[in-house]
């Protein structure tokens, strides 16, 4: 491929369907769901993608069942201490963005764990974001950026669009390519930010079934974009 992109988002939609239509529970889904991720994660460093941003728990989440909130939170914790050693050795450094608040203690030491364990890796970065909201996140900016205002650590002139990612939970790239799995052609509040100028890639394939020749779909998608960010072709 001659155009790699720099950042990916995925919104890993469809778990509970896929399941659903198995005749197995919404957990079965979620479980697969994670095995799909550790293979994205492995196949996107393999081409080369910089960093992966990876929607897996919404503020907005909450609202399902505690018994489901319960299980991606335990999946959460045993999918890092499981998975750490391999994602070290893969050179892969692990971020979170979202809100801490009201994540359980074991979950946000789980998160600690992992991120000072990778924090050195350099080949690729993985933007977990759990927890979180697009609309939180530019609200959480905004208050970090009045606080700062007040105590002058940042010139009113100095705010624009590009300074503004400093405030964001965590200052990467913009996206320059998101996919979504699983039939929904929406953003569900993920990364309203950073994705102002992203090639959109809906999918219909639910995310446990979304494989590497689906992600090289992806991307041969990807190279086919013209990006013009405003300009004019000429
Ligand atoms: C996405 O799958 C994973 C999470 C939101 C945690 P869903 O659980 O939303 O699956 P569907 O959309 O109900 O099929
Ligand atoms: C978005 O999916 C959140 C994640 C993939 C983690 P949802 O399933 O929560 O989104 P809606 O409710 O269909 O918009
Ligand atoms: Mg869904």
């Given at each position: 491929m001659n155009k790699i992109p720099t950042h990916v988002a995925v919104i890993m939609d469809g778990n509970g369907r896929w399941a659903k239509e198995r005749g197995l529970k919404r957990s079965e889904g979620h479980r697969e769901g994670a095995k799909t991720l550790e293979n994205l994660i492995l196949y996107a460093k393999k081409v080369g993608i910089k960093v992966l941003s990876v929607?897996?728990?919404?503020?907005?989440?909450?609202?399902?069942?505690q018994e489901e909130v319960d299980f991606l939170m335990n999946l959460l914790i045993l999918y890092f201490n499981e998975k750490l050693e391999k994602v070290c050795k893969e050179e892969v450094r692990v971020v979170f963005s979202g809100?801490?608040?009201?994540?359980r203690k074991d979950v946000l030491d789980a998160m600690q764990n992992i991120m000072e364990k990778t924090?050195?890796?350099?080949k690729c970065i993985l933007n977990v974001c759990f927890n979180y909201g697009g609309q939180e996140e530019i609200v959480d900016a905004s208050l970090k950026i009045h606080e700062d205002l007040v105590e002058h650590?940042?010139?009113?002139?100095?705010?624009?669009r590009e300074t503004f990612?400093?405030?964001?939970y965590q200052d990467l790239p913009p996206i320059d390519l998101l996919i979504r799995t699983g039939k929904e052609h929406r953003?569900?509040?993920?990364?309203l930010y950073q994705a102002f100028y992203a090639e959109l890639y809906f999918v219909d394939t639910y995310f446990p079934d979304f494989d590497d020749a689906c992600f090289d779909e992806a991307l041969r998608y990807y190279e086919s974009c013209n990006r013009r960010f405003g300009n004019a072709e000429d």
């Open positions: 929607y897996t728990f919404s503020t907005d989440n909450f609202k399902r069942s809100r801490k608040e009201p994540l924090k050195n890796n350099t650590k940042l010139k009113k002139e100095d705010l624009n990612y400093h405030y964001l953003l569900s509040n993920f990364m």
